[in-house]
T-cell receptor, first 114, second 109 residues
Framework: DADVTQTPRNRITKTGKRIMLECSQT?????MYWYRQDPGLGLRLIYY???????NKGEISDGYSVSRQAQAKFSLSLESAIPNQTALYFC?????????????FGPGTRLLVL | GQNIDQPTEMTATEGAIVQINCTYQ??????LFWYQQHAGEAPTFLSY??LDGLEEKGRFSSFLSRSKGYSYLLLKELQMKDSASYLC??????????WGAGTKLIIKP
């Protein structure tokens, strides 16, 4: 079984709709991250969380919100989707103080906003 | 600003050796990572350098020079399955990862 899972894997939505992308992990890691990846650009950090009570904005948080429902779950919401949010979204986890805090990624969610 | 530079694309021959370079300018340095990413898939961890020098792991090696803001990933005995993008990322003084855009490596028979 995958250590980091994301649902859905693919999503098509329309401009203005609210959608939620979900991430779950069984690695027992404290830290969780949401990134987006666009062609020709590096991964860009949207939000990150170091524990259940800690939420931090990343480089490109405008238009997004997150919820850390439990240590193992971290959800990303697009309140009103727009076409330039079409991208590949990755969730990642890392373990504070261990394993060089290497980040481990989920399989990704491919989002298309029409 | 913070910047990670990698070549956009490289081509190499099966069985050969290829070196992928990464230069960086970041606010602070707390380690450099290399990841492999096959098309449409998740990045997977390859190597980590925090001290100057060479780290070897099987067919893959990674080198770091902090004074030059430079790293390279060396892939030996190339196989067709090594066709992928290779991402360089630096952890800055805020402990955030700054990512390069990746180098797409094409392996030809």
């Amino acid at each position: 079984d995958a250590d980091v899972t994301q649902t859905p894997r693919n999503r098509i939505t329309k401009t203005g709709k609210r959608i939620m992308l979900e991430c779950s992990q069984t690695k027992g890691h404290d830290r969780m991250y949401w990134y987006r990846q666009d062609p020709g650009l590096g991964l860009r950090l949207i939000y990150y969380s170091f524990d259940v009570k800690d939420i931090n904005k990343g480089e490109i948080s405008d238009g997004y919100s997150v919820s850390r429902q439990a240590q193992a779950k971290f959800s990303l919401s697009l309140e009103s989707a727009i076409p330039n949010q079409t991208a590949l979204y990755f969730c990642a986890t890392s373990d504070l103080g261990h394993d060089q805090e290497t980040q481990y990624f989920g399989p990704g969610t491919r989002l298309l906003v029409l | 600003g913070q910047n990670i530079d990698q070549p956009t694309e490289m081509t190499a021959t099966e069985g050969a050796i290829v070196q992928i370079n990464c230069t960086y300018q970041t606010s602070g340095f707390n380690g450099l990572f290399w990841y492999q990413q096959h098309a449409g898939e998740a990045p997977t961890f390859l190597s980590y350098n925090v001290l100057d020098g060479l780290e070897e792991k099987g067919r893959f090696s990674s080198f770091l020079s902090r004074s030059k803001g430079y790293s390279y990933l060396l892939l030996k005995e190339l196989q067709m399955k090594d066709s992928a993008s290779y991402l360089c990322a630096v952890r800055d003084s805020n402990y955030q990862l700054i990512w390069g855009a990746g180098t797409k490596l094409i392996i030809k028979p």
